[in-house]
């Protein structure tokens, strides 16, 4: 790990205190609420197009949810100490708070899974030999009545479920928005928009993330994608996006436009330490480029390989943005000095508990589950027919 400082920095101040452990939190949190919202599109919201990702969408939230709390449990010192929170809670307490709407919302998803794949489990539980029969049987609590009725209830309660879970995952990501722009020390966090700015930026990552992994997973399949609903995610990212980074390029001249003394930390800040990561990479690289690509394949007519390279390029370069933004959020914020006067320095080390390595472990893993998940939880029709990579289905 890599700490300076230059300027006046006060003693205790000159180690980072969360590291990228709290950067990757929020990104995998972002992804999990994200992928829940599309999936919710189409149970809710009726958004036919989206029917070929929706059960996909619902299954990626889930195993991003079961590695959520990773980074947080890696980072403390003790982690056991973390289940204290749901044994003595404080209700006053942010953090302690989110102990609780994980747990609540885990068995929404949970329960939206089973009821989605309950007639899945049924046919398997028919089709299998003793063991797995026996398996199915206790995964179906003894239920294994399948007909229009349980059809017709099994939608009904899906549909409740998405629609009381929207709000609940948009409070388990928005609440850690909250926990930054509440800090009032912090020149940086301390603003009744970040809650907002997480909670669009979330839906970005979900969606970019879903995109990617759609093509990718049908291309690797040689399946063809369905052109509809690729293209109408591509334009809801879009849309999200230009939000998203809108709010925190207006936050961010709000500040310089009243020319405080807030402001003038804050410029050295985006000038200096922040130049590469934030200006150049998050702004210019991965935001500007991925908003031309979008803004072509969403208003322009171009053959579908050429948009679809389009889409799952500026997909990547979107999960890539979101992620510097909760860099230059959660370390960007730490570097501020409380003197005014001063700003330390931080990168981590390769091989350290917290460093690179173990981060790119933590970010690949919901990915390694999801390929298992697919053997339980089937994400799309095995249907065989011809496809090449990047479909050019009419």
């Known amino acids: ?19 990228v452990m709290i950067v990757l939190y929020p990104y995998i949190t972002g992804m999990v609420a994200g992928a829940f919202i599309v999936s919710s599109f189409y149970h809710v919201f009726g958004m036919e197009k989206l029917k070929p990702i929706a059960k996909f969408a619902l299954v990626s939230s889930f195993a991003f949810l079961c590695f959520a709390t990773v980074p947080l449990l890696n980072h403390l010192g003790s982690p056991q100490r973390a289940f204290n929170i749901m044994l003595t809670p404080n ?33 398997k539980y028919t089709n299998s030999g003793n063991v797995l029969k026996k398996i199915y049987y206790l995964l179906l609590l003894g239920n294994t009545v399948q007909n229009e009725n349980t059809r017709k209830y099994d939608r009904k309660i899906v549909v409740f479920l998405a629609g009381f879970g929207i709000p609940v995952a948009c409070i388990l990501h928005g609440y850690v928005g909250f926990l930054f722009g509440s800090i009032k020390a912090n020149l940086w966090w301390s603003t009744p928009l970040m809650f907002i700015i997480f909670i669009f930026s979330a839906i970005v990552s979900g969606l970019s993330v879903l995109i990617f992994l759609y093509q990718l997973i049908h291309w690797m399949r040689k399946k063809e994608i369905d052109q509809r609903c690729y293209e109408l995610m591509a334009k809801w990212l879009w849309g999200f996006m230009i939000i998203a980074v809108i709010l925190e390029l207006m936050e961010i001249l709000s500040i310089s436009y009243e020319n405080t003394e807030r402001w003038a930390v804050l410029k050295q800040l985006i000038n200096g330490k922040l130049w590469i990561s934030y200006v150049v990479m998050q702004i210019g690289l991965f935001s500007i480029v991925p908003f031309l690509m979008l803004t072509f394949t969403s208003l322009l007519k171009l053959n579908n390989r050429i948009k679809n390279i389009l889409i799952f390029c500026s997909s990547g370069m979107l999960l890539l943005q979101v992620l510097f933004m909760r860099w230059n959020v959660v370390i960007g914020g730490q570097l501020v000095s409380k003197s005014m006067r001063g700003f330390t320095e931080y990168f981590p080390g390769y091989f350290d508990k917290e460093g690179i390595i173990v981060s790119v472990i933590i970010i690949l893993v919901p990915f390694l589950m999801l390929r298992l998940f697919d053997s339980i939880f089937p994400f799309f029709h095995k249907k065989k027919v011809r496809r090449i990579f990047f479909s050019e289905y009419e």
């Open 1 to 19: 790990m890599i700490e300076s400082a230059n300027g006046f920095v006060f003693p205790n101040e000159m180690h980072v205190t969360w590291t």
């Open 91 to 123: 209700f006053s307490s942010a953090m302690s708070g989110f102990g609780f709407v994980y747990s609540f919302y885990m068995i929404i998803v949970i329960l939206e899974i089973w009821f989605c794949y309950r007639e899945e489990f049924i046919e």
